[in-house]
Nanobody, 120 residues
Framework: QVQLVESGGGLVQAGGSLRLSCAAS????????MGWHRQAPGKQRELVAA???????NYADSVKGRFTISRDIAKNTVTLQMNSLKPEDTAVYYC??????????????WGQGTQVTVSS
């Protein structure tokens, strides 16, 4: 099992910045990618950014150039620096860790979620 504990989030005005952090513990050897997902009211959960164990990153088109994911393998942490925030970034943000399940990688571990609210 892997436990993920998030910190950060909160209320910020449009154009501002926030930083989310996530610390992993437990069976961390099983983790491949770590990422941040978000879910806004009435919408499906979506992948915001992820970084593989090899250092490859991918971002949702809506956050490219504004958000930066950073993973510290040694410390088992992943952070999401969010700049130039927009009201449409308002959502609950979840840290997640990927593992191999039945021959395919999937996000199997999730944090409790942290609210990010961007006011206009």
């Amino acid at each position: 099992q892997v436990q993920l504990v998030e910190s950060g989030g909160g209320l910020v005005q449009a154009g501002g910045s926030l930083r989310l952090s996530c610390a992993a513990s437990g069976s961390i050897f099983a983790i491949n990618a770590m990422g941040w997902h978000r879910q806004a009211p009435g919408k499906q959960r979506e992948l915001v950014a992820a970084e593989s164990i090899g250092g490859s990153t991918n971002y949702a088109d809506s956050v490219k150039g504004r958000f930066t994911i950073s993973r510290d393998i040694a410390k088992n942490t992943v952070t999401l620096q969010m700049n130039s925030l927009k009201p449409e970034d308002t959502a609950v943000y979840y840290c997640a860790a990927e593992k191999l399940v039945s021959g395919r990688y999937e996000y199997a571990y999730w944090g409790q979620g942290t609210q990010v609210t961007v006011s206009s």
